[in-house]
């Protein structure tokens, strides 16, 4: 790529251009009127015959709100590890004492969710060594609320992971599916809408609701694996190399735990 070498004020001005609220936002400038047009009309030319800066600088802005965000992320999983992980109100799935976490923040009617279902199915039957943390967030309207209640209910019955897995592999969440598929599975269906009022079901959603805004996640799915976060869908072979990525940063960090107390 092409770079060019300009004055500092020139690229300043170029990305305050390119971005109006910046602008807006700035303190008036203290450059007397004649400078101040000179400089204006030396940054017009410059940009109108070099477009590209403005590219530039777009992306360099992009870059660097990207790298802060990442960062605040990254802090915001450290800062909630124990309520990402070990929150006793949250189902488990796979090996409850895995040494490699995957968390799930999913819906069940969406569809992303669903199609990322099989990924979570198969690395459950394929690593044993992998603890599933089942993230309900139902924000796809009242059919979804309904299937996390219910789910979050089926626990009382030891029937989740059937009952969250038939829901997750159903095209229809509607009330008359939700207790078809709970029959299907074994529940009892009057314990099942009795438990589904419980108060600790409603806490435990709102705090998943907030949890996934502390965290900065927009919509489902979202998966967090270790130090890893992924928003939105992935396959088993995406989920797989996260897992073996996360056992790796583990590995190498033994070590250096052990170097660090001697």
Request: aromatic share 4%; charged share 25%; glycine share 6%.
């Amino acid at each position: 790529m092409r770079t060019f070498k300009i004055p500092h004020f020139v690229a300043a001005l170029a990305v305050a251009l390119a971005t109006p609220a910046v602008l807006a936002q700035s303190p008036a400038p203290t450059v007397p009127v004649e400078q101040r047009a000179a400089i204006e009309s030396v940054v017009r030319d410059y940009l109108l015959k070099n477009p590209e800066v403005v590219r530039e600088a777009m992306q360099a802005l992009q870059a660097k709100e990207e790298a802060e965000k990442q960062k605040a992320q990254k802090l915001a999983l450290a800062t909630h590890r124990a309520r990402i992980e070990n929150d006793a109100t949250s189902p488990v799935g796979g090996n409850p004492k895995g040494t490699v976490v995957v968390v799930e923040f999913f819906d069940y009617g969406c569809g992303h969710c669903k199609r990322a279902a099989g990924a979570v199915d198969g690395i459950i039957e394929k690593d044993k060594d992998v603890k599933i943390v089942y993230k309900e967030l139902p924000i796809l309207g009242p059919e979804s609320f309904h299937a996390a209640r219910a789910a979050l209910a089926s626990r009382k019955q030891g029937k989740y992971p059937q009952f969250h897995s038939a829901l997750m592999h159903s095209p229809a969440i509607d009330a008359a599916s939700v207790e078809a598929i709970a029959i299907k599975v074994g529940l009892d269906v009057k314990k099942l809408t009795a438990d589904m009022d419980d108060p600790a079901i409603m806490a435990t959603l709102e705090a998943n609701s907030k949890l996934a805004q502390d965290l900065d996640i927009q919509g489902t799915p979202a998966f967090i694996v270790g130090e890893q976060f992924i928003p939105g869908g992935l396959d088993i072979n995406t989920l797989t190399f996260l897992v073996s990525t996360e056992k790796t940063r583990k590995a190498e960090a033994k070590p250096a735990k052990a170097a660090s107390l001697k």
